[in-house]
C-alpha cells in the first residue's frame, strides 16, 4: 500500500519572512519603552557648518536625481545600470513603506515635544506628527545600500557610502526633527528594503515595465 503524501501550506517566500521581520522589529522599537530608555533625548539645536540644513537637501535631492540620472543612462544591460534601477526601486518602496508608518505611529518630533529634554514618549498623536521613521535617512540608506551590496566585495572603499546616512541621521536629529530611534529605524528600513529587493530574482521591477529604449539606456544611443 502506497501511503498519500499529505499536502502542506506552501512555504513563504524568504523574502516575506525577512520582510515581515523588519517589520516586526520596527513595531517592538516603537511600542516596547525599555528598549528606548536611555536612547532617546533631544540634541542641542545646530543648523551651522556641515549641519546646515540646505546640506542635507542637496544630498537627499542629489542621490534622487543621481541614482534617476544614471539609471536612465545606463538601462538594463549593464551590471551598473541594473544596480541603478535596483537602487530606485529600494528608494521607491522603502519611501513608501516610511511614510505609512510615519502617519501610523504619529510620533511628535523633538522640537514639538517640549521644552528640553523633550518627551520622546508622545505616539499616536495625529495627523502632523510623522518622526518615526526618519524618511530623509530611509530615503538614503535605500539608495546607497544597493551599490554597497553590489560593488563592496571587490572595491571595500564603497562602504564609505553608509557614512552617507550617518551624516544625515545626525544632521537631522541636531536639528531636533528627529529622535535616535527614528533615525535608527530609518537607516534598518532603508538597508534592510535595499537588502530584499537585491536579492530578488525578479528585481529590479520598476525596469520590467519601462520602454525597450529605457532599457537599453540612453548612453547607448550617442
Excluded at 502506497?2 to 521581520?21: E, I, K, L
Excluded at 535631492?61 to 529600494?90: H, K, N
Amino acid at each position: 500500500m502506497h501511503s498519500q503524501a499529505v499536502p502542506t501550506a506552501p512555504a513563504r517566500p524568504a523574502g516575506a519572512r525577512a520582510a515581515a521581520a523588519v517589520t516586526g522589529a520596527l513595531l517592538l522599537l516603537a511600542a516596547a519603552p525599555d528598549c528606548r530608555a536611555g536612547i532617546d533625548h533631544e540634541l542641542e539645536y545646530d543648523n551651522s557648518g556641515i549641519w546646515k540644513r540646505s546640506y542635507q537637501e542637496v544630498l537627499e535631492y542629489g542621490l534622487i536625481a543621481a541614482e534617476v540620472g544614471g539609471a536612465l543612462w545606463e538601462g538594463g544591460e549593464t551590471r551598473l545600470g541594473r544596480t541603478f534601477w535596483t537602487s530606485i526601486d529600494s528608494s521607491v518602496s522603502a519611501g513608501l513603506l516610511a511614510q505609512v508608518l510615519k502617519v501610523s505611529f504619529s510620533r511628535v518630533r523633538p522640537r514639538d515635544s517640549g521644552p528640553p529634554p523633550g518627551n520622546p514618549n508622545l505616539w499616536f498623536q495625529g495627523h502632523g506628527n510623522e518622526s518615526f521613521p526618519s524618511g530623509e535617512v530611509t530615503a538614503v540608506s535605500s539608495i546607497v545600500t544597493p551599490f554597497v551590496l553590489e560593488y563592496a566585495h571587490e572595491y571595500p572603499a564603497v562602504y564609505a557610502l553608509e557614512l552617507l546616512p550617518v551624516y544625515d541621521a545626525i544632521g537631522r536629529m541636531k536639528q531636533q526633527a528627529h529622535w535616535q530611534t527614528d533615525v535608527i529605524a530609518g537607516f534598518a528600513l532603508g538597508a534592510g528594503t535595499a537588502w530584499l529587493i537585491h536579492r530578488s530574482p525578479n528585481s529590479p521591477f520598476i525596469l520590467k515595465i519601462m520602454p525597450h529604449s529605457i532599457y537599453v539606456g540612453i548612453g547607448k544611443r550617442f
